[in-house]
């Protein structure tokens, strides 16, 4: 039936034919439609042209097929499986050619038109979304073909409808050409995974319209203009707005920003149609060097957002949009990249609706030729260049009446060249009011702003203060990051410190943390899946697990700290003048969403609280706020004022009491525990006794405080490396993890020189040191007893060359029944060295099973900072000073060996570990390491706790 070979399809570099051009996309109109989505005939074969396309003609019998859901990828509903590489092509690179082993789906529906379906006009048949070409039949008559994932493409059906036994045919290939284009860092996920809508067009039906909705700030006026090309007439009730579509009216308004979605529900009437409008008035423009939206700079606190689903994979559901932007919302951030493609259009509304900036991106990527120095890329190649343009005018024209949509990216990873600087050209023409990002030119050719990824604090900084050179300080372009803080596995570190520079210098308009969510597949015997676990022979395992939520949308602390490090309101204060200083970040919304209370807390026990009056401060404006006195009768110990600042009232995002920001300023000093060393070590049966302590008399070895059996107490340094410890292939210098393991610090051994039983003191000497190196430390645990309490020091001094810092210093045992944990220090949450942010300082409860984070990959996880005291089981600890606390059912070096969830199974030992430090977290598994101020150095150091027996904690 065909008029052109598959391959020749397949391997065509133009963007397809048949399709009706590019235009505006909209949900509802008065116009009728309906959905083709659910169950759909589907055949698989395994290269492109195993089977003839005789199944498009009417008659076919596909009753033996296989059915599966529309939306869908074929490989997640149980034909073939998928495959997932960063960059790397897996297959030859050899464009537009494609390999003759090509999953091929195709897919049949019969459908009858609804009973009212109107006789008159002329309908369309629209898919949103296909995964990688499509050769579209209806009713036996070839309508066309098309590649570009996830852009929409329309067909003309109106002549080849019939009331009842229509059949579309449709015939997906996992790879083609459009694949050169689209090689982001995912899963590879052919099939049909957004709607396909069939829609009627009345005669004099709406085709492309253009609403064109600014502001200007220093009339407080908004102007609109619709243009269409069908000409009618558009309304806005609220405005008292009734023009002509290409007239435009100037009113009065609230403008539209992410902090403040004012929306005026409108129509564009025509002749035969009525769509609802949306309109946010807004403007964006570049000036003094700074991305402005209705004359203010914003500072973008970003996510990357993939489409995910840990089931659906990139078929989400309306659900799962929504539940996207409420978690972004809820967790202050305020711009979303929609990396690396065009989302389903449906999200871009919510954006609108509930207030995000969106940076709109391409569905363009060439990564995998940076391989061969970008050889042959196609960006660069003319013959590329329409298809190039197709997706920039499918993207453009889909989403150009979005307030949200605030700066257009041609895409990621694609090299230079010049069907990029054709796409920025295309839309610079068709859409002047928005500014144009991509990233992968240094030179920003074809940019507005300067973006960059991964770059460390140290540049940012020099960029902030304008000491960078090249194209972008010539042109005065600002900072966006459009990645930076890797958030795989436990991580990402380092972003307060980022803020702080995004908060300091105005050219740094902030940054889009890589990235939303883990791209982990649900899998009955690991948990999550990951690269390799399909047997791919060529995969980039957990790379794909990078998110700031876990595959199920379970916020990981990474997601916590962003929070908290991007709150739109600073608290902060010494405690020490009775007032708490309060900022206003926001840079459009003032201060009276807001209600502020205190709370006075001694050991983290709140002892009195109240409400705090704050004045409705203007954005980027700071009061100081006094505090009551402290309460007259608040017992003795360590005490905090903690200031927080909730939702006054209930928003679309989330309900009253919400909370968006806190600060904790200081009281009453700790006092650190004091014990006397007035107990003896007694020696007898074998044992040394001090205090509560029994000891083996011969190695020194703690047995039992009291009635509780202890376990193999000793320094340990070593931790189950995260996947920013193993850090990536291209930075050798910061994999701490190779490193630590080349100098043997997951083998350490433990050599006892002397037990000592003083007259005060029991001293037990011991160097520890990995096998097969020189380099060791040193290390005295020291033993003292009041009688009651027993108090270790310990005392390290490395000794030989070490060049790296340590994983982590301090002690490990094991406990045996333990279940409930209770502190006083950081919490609720895991934090580090350099994402503490979000910790508070208060008394938290938990069990051993929920100290756990559950990363995709186990690592190291589920620290708890600042720990004052501990009580485990019937143990208590205090530091002195505060320490790390972590307890865990299996040890480190399970945790360490372990690849999926699955792997760890609880034990009947609790292993505890509690650390004077542990070496930060960093962002090296894509990015910078730990600052220095986070390491860990191998230097002489003394800690010390005390142990007492002492009451279980209870629940709650
Ligand atoms: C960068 C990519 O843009 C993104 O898609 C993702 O792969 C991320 O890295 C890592 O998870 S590219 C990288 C070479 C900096």
């Known amino acids: 039936m065909s008029l052109r070979t598959t391959t020749e399809y397949i391997e065509d570099v133009s963007p397809g034919s048949g399709a009706l051009p590019p235009r505006a996309w909209y949900a509802s109109s008065d116009a009728e439609s309906f959905s083709l989505n659910g169950d759909w005939r589907f055949r698989l074969s395994d290269t492109a042209d195993a089977e003839d396309d005789s199944f498009a003609a009417p008659g076919y019998d596909a009753g033996d097929w296989a059915e599966v859901p529309v939306p869908g990828h074929w490989v997640l509903q149980g034909h073939g499986s998928p495959v997932y590489t960063n960059h790397l092509y897996p297959f030859p690179v050899d464009p537009p050619r494609v390999p003759t082993e090509n999953p091929t789906g195709d897919h049949l529906r019969v459908f009858d038109l609804p009973g009212d379906w109107p006789a008159d006009g002329d309908a369309v048949l629209r898919f949103d979304g296909v995964e990688s070409c499509a050769r579209v039949w209806l009713n036996g008559t070839e309508l066309g073909e098309f590649k570009g994932s996830r852009l929409p493409h329309e067909f003309a059906v109106g002549r080849l409808l019939r009331p009842a036994g229509n059949v579309l045919a449709v015939r997906v290939h996992q790879w083609s050409a459009g694949s050169y284009l689209e090689d982001q860092d995912q899963w590879w996920l052919p ?43 558009v309304s806005v009730p609220d405005l008292g707005i009734d023009i002509a579509t290409g007239e435009p009216v100037t009113v009065p308004v609230e403008p539209w920003s992410a902090e403040t979605p004012r ?44 489409e995910w689903h840990p089931e659906r994979g990139r078929a989400l559901d309306l659900a799962t ?71 920039a005018a499918r993207m453009v024209e889909r989403d150009k009446n979005h307030p949200s949509v605030v700066i257009w990216s041609l895409g990621n990873e694609a090299g230079t060249g010049r069907g990029l600087t054709a796409m920025a050209e295309w839309i610079h023409g068709r859409d002047p009011s928005r500014p144009v990002h991509y990233e992968g030119d240094p030179d920003c050719r074809d940019t507005d702003v300067y973006s960059r990824m991964y770059a460390g604090h140290a540049e940012v900084e020099r960029i902030g203060r304008g000491l960078d050179g090249g194209p972008h300080r010539r042109r005065r372009l ?108 926001h840079d459009f919304a003032d201060l009276s969403a807001l209600a502020f209370s205190w709370s006075y807390e001694v050991e983290g026990e709140a002892v009195d609280s109240g409400t705090l009056p704050v004045p409705a401060l203007a954005p980027g404006a700071s009061a100081d706020v006094k505090l009551p006195a402290p309460p007259p009768a608040a017992p003795a110990g360590e005490a905090h004022w903690t200031v927080r600042a909730v939702l006054a009232a209930g928003t679309p995002w989330a309900p009253k009491g919400h909370l968006v920001a806190w600060g904790q300023l200081p009281a009453a000093e700790r006092r650190t525990p004091y014990t006397a060393a007035t107990a003896r070590p007694v020696s007898g049966d074998g044992v040394i006794r001090l205090g509560p302590g029994v000891f083996d008399a011969r190695t020194g070895a703690l047995r039992a405080i009291g009635d509780i059996a202890v376990r193999d ?41 002397a037990v000592e039983a003083g007259e005060d003191a029991l001293t037990v000497r011991t160097r520890v040191a990995p096998a097969a190196r020189d380099t060791g430390l040193s290390t005295v645990y020291r033993w003292t007893s009041d009688g009651d309490r027993l108090r270790l020091t310990v005392g390290t001094v490395p000794e030989g060359d070490w060049t790296v810092p340590l994983p982590r210093l301090g002690i490990r045992f094991g406990l045996s029944a333990v279940d409930r944990v209770e502190w006083y220090g950081g919490g609720p949450g895991e ?43 019937g143990l208590r600890v205090e530091g002195d000073p505060a320490f790390l606390l972590t307890a865990r059912r299996w040890t480190t070096e399970q945790l360490d060996a372990a690849t999926h969830r699955s ?45 007492s027996a002492a009451a279980a904690p209870t629940a709650g």
């Not at 008035?281 to 970003?302: C, E, H, M, Q, Y």
């Not at 509304?349 to 030729?369: K, Q, R, S």
């Open 191 to 233: 099939g049909i995974f957004r709607d396909v809508t069939v829609l009627h067009r009345p005669a004099g039906s709406v085709l492309d319209f253009f609403v064109h909705a600014s502001y200007d700030h220093t009339t407080g006026e908004g102007t609109l203009r619709v243009d269409s090309d069908v000409d009618g007439r």
């Open 321 to 391: 949009m929504r539940e996207d932007v409420l978690l972004m919302k809820r967790h202050n951030i305020n711009a979303v990249r929609t990396s690396h493609y065009p989302p389903h259009p449906a999200f871009l509304g919510l954006c609108d609706e509930l207030g995000l900036w969106v940076i709109d991106e391409c569905d363009l990527e060439t990564h995998g030729f940076t391989e061969q120095g970008w050889r042959d890329n196609p960006v660069d190649d003319d013959r590329w260049t329409p298809a190039l343009l197709d997706r």
């Open 903 to 947: 792997d760890l199974v609880p034990g009947e030992t609790v292993w505890v570990n509690l650390d004077h430090g542990q070496h930060g977290i960093g962002s090296q598994s894509c990015g910078p390491g730990p600052l220095p101020r986070y390491h860990l150095p191998a230097e002489p150091a003394e800690f010390s706790f005390v142990f």
């Open 263 to 306: 929306l005026y529900d409108g129509v564009l009437a025509t002749r035969g149609e009525r769509v609802p409008l949306r309109v946010g008035f807004r403007t964006v423009a570049l000036s003094d060097g700074l991305i402005k939206v209705n004359g203010r700079p914003v500072l973008f606190k970003g996510v990357n957002r993939h």
């Open 831 to 873: 934090a580090y060295p350099d994402t503490r942010t979000a910790a508070v300082v208060g008394r938290w409860r938990s069990t051993v099973e929920d100290l756990q984070t559950p990363y995709v990959r186990p690592q190291e996880n589920g620290a708890r900072i600042d720990v004052r005291w501990a009580l485990l089981g």
């Open 713 to 753: 107490l000793r320094l340990d340094v070593w931790r189950a490396t995260t996947d920013n410890d193993d850090g990536a292939p291209w930075q050798p210098d910061l994999r701490y993890g190779l490193l630590w393991r080349r100098l043997g610090l997951h083998r350490m051994r433990h050599r006892l020189d």
């Open 478 to 585: 600002p900072l966006v990051l459009c990645e930076y803080g890797h958030a795989m596995g436990n991580g990402p570190g380092g972003l307060a410190d980022y803020q702080k520079l995004f908060d300091t210098h105005d050219r740094l308009q902030g940054g889009f943390v890589w990235e939303w969510i883990d791209h982990g597949i649900a899998h009955p015997g690991l948990g999550y899946a990951y690269g390799g676990d399909f047997g791919e022979e060529l995969h980039d395992g957990n790379f794909v697990c990078d998110g700031l939520l876990f595959p199920d949308r379970r916020p990981s602390p990474g997601l916590t700290e962003y929070k908290k490090v991007i709150e739109p309101v600073g608290i902060t204060g010494d405690g020490t003048d009775g007032t708490v200083r309060v900022t206003n970040k």
